[in-house]
């Protein structure tokens, strides 16, 4: 079992940059892949980056292509987004999620996931 809990969610202004953070409990933690997805209202969750279990490769979705950057420290059991150059477009609710399943970009594929912090990007 992996409990996940989001942190640093805000308003920011477009153009501004925020950190979230994902603490994960559990000595398993170094075994999963990691994944940010983010949800708007109306709309589907969407992926936005995965980092291996390892932490040597990370996947983005085309549109946060370098904007956006994930991490994890496997010594603190947590893992990050630092997004920069925040859109209105952004505005969502962002899930981290861990998987088994190698690199994965699929929400279905995911076993666990945190509650959610808010994005809110003002224009």
């Known amino acids: 079992q992996v409990q996940l809990q989001e942190s640093g969610g805000g308003l920011v202004q477009a153009g501004g940059s925020l950190r979230l953070s994902c603490a994960a409990s559990?000595?398993?933690?170094?075994?999963?892949?990691m994944g940010w997805f983010r949800q708007a209202p109306g709309t589907e969750r969407e992926f936005v980056a995965v980092?291996?279990?390892?932490?040597?490769?990370?996947y983005y979705v085309d549109s946060v292509k370098g904007r956006f950057t994930i991490s994890r420290d496997n010594a603190k059991n947590t893992m990050y987004l630092q997004m920069n150059s925040l859109t209105p477009e952004d505005t969502a609710v962002y899930y981290c999620?861990?998987?088994?399943?190698?690199?994965?970009?699929?929400?279905?594929?995911?076993?666990?996931w945190g509650q959610g912090t808010q994005v809110t990007v003002s224009s």
């Open positions: 559990g000595r398993t933690f170094s075994r999963y892949s």
């Open positions: 999620a861990a998987t088994i399943r190698y690199g994965s970009r699929e929400y279905r594929e995911y076993d666990y």
């Open positions: 980092v291996s279990a390892s932490g040597g490769i990370t």
